[in-house]
């Protein structure tokens, strides 16, 4: 679940001081210089699909306030001349059929040229189709699972799923057996239980990590499901704990895995729980996380890369105290996609729906010096981006202890 920017949008740190001229028709706020974007075409939209209420809310919230940073930045570049752009951010709840609802809402208006989301691979499942349909991309800051770009047969039979599907992150036939390696070869965990919560994101994580784990010697000694909404897991872990695990990995997301390491060392099973990007949030922590806790999450930390400092010196000026979160600076790189493709689709010209074709093209053949590096997508739709970071709680906080790529 992180962050890019936009090739056509020049150097982000100097885009908030300098605003270049564009037209005089209709204006759009300037900038120091006192300049001005016609905007006399009218306004075109950036869809956002994502959790916004609920337990997950923080990071839909860090998805949607950083896209609307993009668009901010955009508007005051005037990088689509003639245009305003704005953002239309949907709640999904984190539930499929919610997220079906909003891409029906965001597709049935003619001015949205495209969509960042979502969140959740199960999300996605039931957006993909509804956006395709009507030929409009979606960039997904978040969504690991490798089914979405690659089908089932990701690894034996790649074949592209959807042709508006895009992601500027990296998936979790990566992840999960990075975290595979680093759990048996780094932390010298052998005997590793499984828990998920039988969701479409954490049960594909779990399985590419069991075959790594398989892989290195080590030995998956039991597997459990819980439900996302439960809140006592005192029988699945007393059945864990009588198989003696050394650690416990969890396939889903923070709402559960925090309590859950809380109530594993409650009843006398004090060992790591591991999950992936989806528990990488200081709420983790705040649910129950304890030190030596592990995640993965993809790319590298935001905070050690120079490619993000424009990234997270403006998002803090624009939305104070208030978190990006793991996605942020990936949302921010996800609506650069976009409107770069617009950019290039539009070129002087006018948008209308015969523009479609060309603006799938053009999204797919962007390329970009992004917060999280250079941004580019393969034959699938997928981020050329394979970085993975392993964080533990150290003192209350998460702390990366590896940064790298997964290489066997």
Request: hydrophobic fraction near 35%.
């Amino acid at each position: 679940m992180r962050k890019h920017s936009v090739k056509s949008a020049a150097i982000v740190g100097a885009s908030l001081l300098v605003l270049a001229a564009c037209g005089s028709n209709k204006t759009e706020g300037g900038g120091t210089t006192g300049g001005s974007c016609d905007t006399s075409k009218g306004t075109l939209t950036v869809g956002v699909v994502a959790p916004l209420s609920g337990n997950l809310s923080a990071l839909g919230v860090g998805i949607k306030q950083s896209a609307e940073l993009a668009v901010d930045e955009a508007n005051k570049k005037c990088t689509v001349p003639g245009y305003k752009l704005t953002v239309s951010a949907q709640d999904d709840e984190a539930n499929p059929a919610k997220g079906a609802q909003a891409a029906t809402k965001l597709s049935t208006d003619p001015n949205v040229v495209g969509v960042v989301g979502t969140l959740n691979s199960s999300v996605a499942q039931t957006v993909q189709p509804i956006l395709r349909d009507k030929k409009i991309p979606q960039v997904s800051p978040a969504n690991t699972n490798p089914s979405l770009t690659r089908g089932n047969d990701f690894l034996t039979a790649p074949k592209r799923q959807f042709e508006n599907y895009f992601r500027v992150c990296t998936t979790d036939d990566l992840q999960g057996p990075y975290a595979a390696n680093y759990l048996v070869e780094k932390a010298g965990k052998k005997k590793i239980a499984i828990i998920t919560d039988g969701k479409t994101y954490g049960e594909g994580l779990a399985a590419e990590l069991s075959k790594q784990v398989t892989k290195k010697g080590g030995t998956i000694v039991g597997s459990e499901k819980v439900g996302e909404k439960d809140t006592d897991f005192s029988g699945v872990i007393a059945k864990i704990k009588a198989l003696g695990p050394e650690a416990v990995y969890y396939g889903g997301e923070y709402p559960v895995a925090g309590p859950l390491s809380k109530q594993m060392k409650d009843a006398g099973l004090d060992v790591p729980l591991m999950g992936g990007d989806g528990i990488y949030d200081g709420k983790f922590i705040e649910l129950g996380g304890k030190e030596g806790d592990l995640a993965t999450s993809v790319g590298a930390p935001t905070e050690s890369l120079a490619t993000a400092k424009a990234f997270v010196d403006a998002y803090k000026a624009k939305f104070g105290k208030e978190d990006y979160a793991a996605y942020g600076a990936f949302s921010y790189d996800a609506a650069n996609a976009i409107i770069g493709g617009l950019a290039k689709t539009v070129e002087g010209g006018a948008w209308d729906d015969s523009k479609r074709d060309a603006m799938l093209t053009n999204v797919g053949a962007y390329t970009g010096s992004g917060a999280t590096g250079n941004v580019k997508f393969d034959q699938y739709g997928d981020s050329t981006n394979k970085v993975l970071t392993v964080y533990s709680v150290t003192s209350g906080k998460w702390k990366d202890v590896q940064t790298g790529e997964f290489t066997g």
